[in-house]
């Protein structure tokens, strides 16, 4: 599958964030997309999404065949976990395909053992990331989508979740949104 980013423009709040803008997100590839804060990194990803509509141009998705939606597992750069289930919870409520004891295996390679089955909000920040990244790699996914899913974590554990989430990425594609592109050159990196 190509998600086609063509010729989109979008204001938001009266700013032009993105003009023009072209790219085509292939399989089996990785993409950085950065800028400063405020640039269009977010609504880029919201478009890809489907969550918002661009003024003008299009996203589109081609293959083989139609393909009605993206099936993605995302890590949005707001926090989206539910406070009062614990990180097995959170991750195994995305999908009647994921396991229980298959999400416990995941998290178990970046959290202490006591911590996954705690209310989420009782984890640090970084923690809870590490629970998102978890659950957009638990979907079973055609792409990666990913905005600052690095932000708070510390290199050491930033480069295990990189090499982690590139063995999950398969033969899908891989967009992280991120102002930082500091282990993340591997990437073909564009910049807004």
């Known amino acids: 599958m190509i998600i086609e980013i063509k ?4 204001t938001v709040s009266g700013k032009a964030v993105l003009n023009g803008f072209n790219l085509n997100i292939e399989d089996e590839h990785t993409y950085v997309i950065t800028g400063d804060s405020g640039c269009g990194k977010t609504t880029l990803m919201r478009l890809i999404l ?24 995302v890590v949005f750069q707001d926090d989206t976990l539910v406070d009062s289930l614990d990180a ?31 209310q989420v909000e009782k984890l640090s920040k970084p923690q809870r990331r590490i629970v998102e990244i978890v659950r957009a ?20 554990t930033k480069k295990k979740l990189i090499s982690y989430i ?11 949104m991120t102002r930082d592109t500091k282990d993340l050159e591997f990437a073909r990196i564009v910049r807004l």
């Open 137 to 156: 790699c638990c979907i079973p996914s055609d792409v990666l989508i990913m905005d600052e899913p690095f932000e708070g974590i510390d290199r050491e």
């Open 88 to 118: 097995i919870t959170n991750c195994a409520m995305v999908s009647k395909k994921i396991f229980r004891e298959t999400v416990a295996e995941e998290l178990l390679k970046f959290l202490p053992e006591d911590l996954i089955f705690v």
């Open 166 to 176: 590139r063995d999950k990425q398969g033969k899908g594609s891989l967009t992280i």
């Open 7 to 10: 010729d989109v423009s979008k």
């Open 50 to 73: 489907k969550l918002d509509t661009p003024d003008k141009g299009r996203v589109g998705l081609l293959g083989d065949y139609k393909y009605p939606f993206i099936n993605a597992g």
